[in-house]
């Protein structure tokens, strides 16, 4: 019999386990892979963002599945918490651009066997290459069963088992059906920071695959033309659609607008110039043209934007690569400064939720306390980390989500 048992070992289900042991709580931490840590190893690029150093209200914008449900939980534990905790446990951090946070050895081991070591420390039971099967649900948790029908009993029980991005770490989804058969609802499941699928026919004869554009506004559009989310970042073409920073984080609004309008082909949008009105830029481009009239346009405009997708745009404006600027329609100009702001191209849908690096969806944050990860069915019951229906973009975020979901669970059970 244990006070507390954890079920998964990714970020959220350390951090619990370590929480709880701190509290004075008999911990059993369970997983059904050989190794813990599995997703912090390899997140990051395998040096481990672990949070990200900006304000509780840059970090709740950065976290658009539901981030407004962290706030009770930050006056307990935040990502400034997070930063004193892995320096204090000897894992001394750096910050990178846009407020990111890295050990100083960009290697993610550190994180993971300073975690490791706490487990240790606090005397936590840890069962690896076990699954759970179910949970013992009479009127209340009183446990688990495991796939060789062993049970096991406790006090509380922590659903700490993640998404269903990157199976590969053990994510599958098995927290999902834990939370069902305790009676929660679990909200519609998409993939989320993920490459975005198009058909367009540029894309089908790869005619960009490969180009990256630097510092770009990419936007999702609405059925009326405006958009619904700019993201202004850099992004890539690849042989199946658009990949990037910017193409991640409009992936999940790519999903939310097909079921708003209903439809597979939805339009997006990008402008190469987000800082420069229509206006000025096609001064800048006329003034380009009329002082370099003799040469041919694809040579006048140089540097304009990368090669191929200038010549890429002169050719869709339907202006003819060798005129020179003695020969060009004003209308073709005028069109070919339009798609520099506003390039637009269909896409229908992203690729799968286990191709994703984020789950949205999950366990309705309403059936939750925010305050204590306590599932409000049962009082015993505790959800952290990817479970639940939180999502954030990359850059730490979802990480700082699942440890301060993870240590508020472990700290609050009885």
């Known amino acids: ?166 199976p590969h770490t053990g994510s599958t989804g098995d927290g999902y059906e834990f939370a069902k058969q305790a009676g929660h609802t679990i909200t519609e499941l998409f993939p989320t920071e993920v490459p975005i699928i198009s058909n367009a026919p540029f894309i089908k004869a790869k005619t960009l695959q490969g180009l990256s554009l630097r510092d770009v506004a990419l936007s999702v559009l609405r059925k009326n033309g405006k958009p619904r989310i700019t993201h202004q970042m850099d992004m890539i073409f690849t042989h199946f659609g658009i990949s990037g920073p910017a193409a991640l984080r409009c992936s999940q609004f790519v999903y939310k607008e097909q079921k708003s309008q209903k439809k597979q082909d939805i339009t997006m949008m990008i402008d190469c110039f987000p800082q420069e009105s229509i206006g000025t830029l096609k001064n800048r481009i006329t003034k380009m043209i009329d002082t370099n009239k003799d040469k041919a346009i694809k040579n006048s405009l140089k540097g304009l934007v990368s090669e191929r997708y200038l010549l890429f745009l002169l050719e869709q404006a339907g202006l003819n690569l060798e005129d020179n600027g003695h020969h060009l329609k004003k209308e073709a100009v005028e069109q070919f400064c339009e798609l520099l702001k506003g390039f637009k191209f269909p896409v229908n849908g992203t690729q799968s939720i286990e191709k994703a690096f984020v789950t949205g969806g999950g366990v309705s944050v309403k059936e939750v306390g925010p305050a204590t990860m306590q599932s409000k069915l049962h009082d015993n019951l505790y959800f952290c980390g990817e479970v639940l229906d939180i999502h954030g973009y990359t850059g730490g975020y979802n990480i700082t989500s699942a440890l301060v979901t993870g240590y508020i669970a472990g700290l609050s059970c009885r």
């Open 1 to 166: 019999m244990f006070n507390t048992i954890v079920i998964g070992g990714g970020p959220s289900g350390l951090m619990a386990a370590i929480s709880a042991s701190e509290n004075g709580k008999s911990v059993l931490l369970i997983d059904k892979k050989d190794k813990l840590g599995r997703k912090l190893q390899i997140s990051g690029g395998g040096r481990c963002n672990v949070t990200n150093r900006v304000s509780h209200e840059e970090l709740i914008q950065h976290l658009p599945g539901n981030g407004k449900f962290l706030y009770s939980a930050f006056n307990t534990f935040d990502n400034f918490a997070i930063i004193d905790y892995f320096e204090n446990l000897g894992v001394h951090l750096k910050e990178e651009d846009h407020g990111r946070m890295f050990p100083v050895s960009d290697n993610a081991k550190d994180v993971v066997n300073a975690l490791k070591q706490q487990l240790a420390k606090n005397n936590v039971d840890i069962r690896t290459n076990q699954k759970v099967a179910s949970l013992l649900v009479q009127d209340t948790v009183k446990g688990v069963r495991l796939e060789d029908d062993t049970e096991i009993y406790a006090d509380n029980v922590i659903i700490a088992t993640g998404g269903k991005s990157v």
